[in-house]
């Protein structure tokens, strides 16, 4: 039962790389994809194939530096070239196509799993689940790109070690010829092919133990991921706030949380640093012992003149390939920790995006259904939190084309949730939300989204920019931001060019020019003066004669610009 645990957990693994590869070799890109791997792996069997003529070449070349033979050995020298040549030729297609399959297979997975990231929002669900998926962009920016190297990486040089294992095996069978043993009164034990057995042995050792000391690197490299990228979410976070925290002046506290999450980083990565040394000890001796160890072991044939120099040489030449491909784990194994720690991430995300897809479309989820008329209504609704606690019972409203709705009450009652509930991305709730099914919605956040780009593109997110710029900057007069006028093809980042109230005048703006249906706004004009704040709600309303208003704030000048007013207690 001792081993049961690691055994189920080696299946596991290959089991989620399985999942993550598969999908690609079943995409419409599996043809060309093929196509490639199958060069990759000639490629491969064809530097093996070199390795082997190199190997012989050892013995005809070393043979003629003993015999003194020149002719001979211009002729090795010349026969190396040629095999050089082809070897050069062979590595460089083999990296430049195997680069090849990595980009195209790496587009197609970014693709992929920014699909199903953004599909549903579930971006924004997973970020409620209990088990939300910690700093989903590594994982798609670096994460996929790791998986996709060290998967193709580990995978083909386990191939070459295989093939190379078969094809100097029986070349040093050959070649190591019979060991025997004596033993006294026992009489004497012969070992035939004996350099392979050694070979095999010493591998093998070194495999065991190389797995004992390297265990704890896949936990290691796991933590290490994690700790890297909560500290770099700590610093654009910062940037993306520089104006806010300046105000605050809380430059200190930020350096005390920045230093504490890089303390995780430092002390993880110093005990990966410890347990490095402890298999680059061993490894490193391993490799040592390696060079030698083939000639200790073939001496006394040399030595009884059985094999010439030549032969000394190629026998260890093929000692050290088979050495060599049976220590591949010992080679690998600080690249098979991190691949398992990065599966260990694309799986996790992997399985939170599945599990927030079938919360969704679950039969008895709540989501919003198409309404008979133009209406938007709400009927019996409790909007819950995600830990199911009540947080509005019993809601009850119809909206109708061209209503202008005030939503008020107390910080904390609700308001932003019912709004969320509205839009359709809150998904802990019960009863009935009935949308005209044709309808266009569009939110104005406290703090609207600009997107990086032209301001041009910005004013119409996330519709596509077809307005003519006579058109974007008669709007932009409209709104009192004529000063932009003349930055419509400025890139920047608006988000912290602008002031809030900037902002805000710019998602009405970006209102008059989508025309939607339905205008949620939450606080959207906390930032403004109340003559402003006028001023856009009158211009909304002529811009806009058909469309339904729904207002969240708790300013009284609102209720001006609003027909019904619908409060919720506190709680």
Not at 519 to 539: G, N, Q
């Amino acid at each position: 039962m001792a081993c049961a645990g690691p055994v189920t957990d080696v299946k596991q693994f290959f089991r989620d790389v399985w999942i993550l590869t598969l999908p690609y070799w079943r995409s419409p890109e599996k043809g060309l994809a093929a196509l490639l791997l199958a060069g990759i792996v000639s490629l491969n069997l064809g530097e093996v194939y070199i390795n082997v003529q190199l190997n012989k070449w050892n013995n005809g070349f070393y043979d003629s530096l003993q015999q003194l033979d020149k002719k001979a050995f211009f002729a090795a020298l010349l026969k190396f070239a040629w095999l050089a040549f082809f070897y050069i030729v062979v590595v460089v297609y083999k990296t430049y196509i195997n680069q090849m399959l990595k980009i195209r297979w790496r587009r197609w997975l970014t693709g992929s799993f920014l699909d199903r990231w953004l599909d549903r929002q579930n971006h924004y669900r997973m970020q409620l689940s209990e088990n939300s998926s910690d700093n989903p962009d590594q994982r798609i920016s670096e994460d996929v790109g790791q998986f996709i190297d060290l998967t193709l990486g580990l995978s083909l040089g386990l191939l070459s070690s295989v093939v190379t294992l078969f094809s100097f095996l029986f070349i040093l069978w050959k070649l190591s010829g019979a060991m025997t043993i004596p033993l006294g009164t026992f009489g004497s034990v012969t070992i035939p092919g004996y350099m392979v057995w050694f070979a095999m042995l010493y591998a093998v050792a070194g495999t065991w133990i190389t797995a004992k000391l390297g265990r704890p690197l896949i936990r290691l490299n796991y933590e290490q991921q994690k700790f890297e990228a909560d500290f770099r979410f700590a610093l654009v976070r910062f940037r993306e706030n520089s104006e806010k925290i300046a105000l605050y002046k809380g430059e200190e506290r930020e350096k005390e949380n920045f230093l504490g999450r890089f303390a995780n980083v430092f002390e993880n990565y110093w005990a990966i640093m410890k347990r490095q040394k402890t298999l680059t000890w061993f490894t490193s001796g391993y490799y040592q012992i390696a060079t030698i160890f083939p000639f200790i072991v073939a001496a006394p044939r040399f030595f009884t003149k059985q094999i010439e120099l030549g032969g000394l040489m190629q026998t260890a030449s093929a000692f050290g390939q088979v050495q060599g491909s049976f220590s591949y784990i010992i080679d690998a194994y600080t690249s098979i920790a991190t691949w398992r720690a990065v599966v260990d991430r694309l799986h996790g995300f992997t399985a939170t995006m599945d599990e927030t897809t079938a919360r969704s479309e679950d039969p008895a989820a709540f989501r919003p259904v198409p309404a008979n008329d133009g209406t938007l209504n709400v009927k019996n609704m409790t909007v819950q939190l995600p830990d199911g606690k009540p947080l509005l019972e019993n809601v009850n409203l119809a909206i109708g084309q061209g209503d202008t709705l005030l939503v008020s009450g107390p910080s904390g009652s609700g308001k932003s949730t019912l709004l969320r509930i509205l839009a359709g991305i809150w998904p802990f709730a019960k009863g009935t939300l009935e949308i005209p099914g044709n309808a266009t919605t569009l939110f104005l956040p406290q703090s609207p989204y600009l997107p990086l780009g032209s301001l041009h593109h910005a004013l119409c997110y996330p519709f596509p920019a077809t307005e003519s710029d006579d058109t974007m900057r008669a709007v932009l007069t409209l709104c009192r931001l004529e000063h932009l006028t003349g930055r419509l093809h400025d890139t920047d980042n608006w988000a912290h060019v602008l002031s809030p109230g900037e902002q805000q005048r710019i998602a009405f703006a970006r209102a008059i020019l989508i025309k939607p249906d339905f205008v949620f706004l939450d606080e959207s004009t906390s930032a403004l003066d109340e003559a402003t704040e006028a001023y856009l709600y009158t211009t909304l309303k002529e811009r806009l004669p058909n469309a339904t208003l729904v207002s969240i704030g708790h300013r009284h000048t609102l209720k001006a610009w609003h027909d019904k007013i619908f409060s919720v207690g506190g709680g």
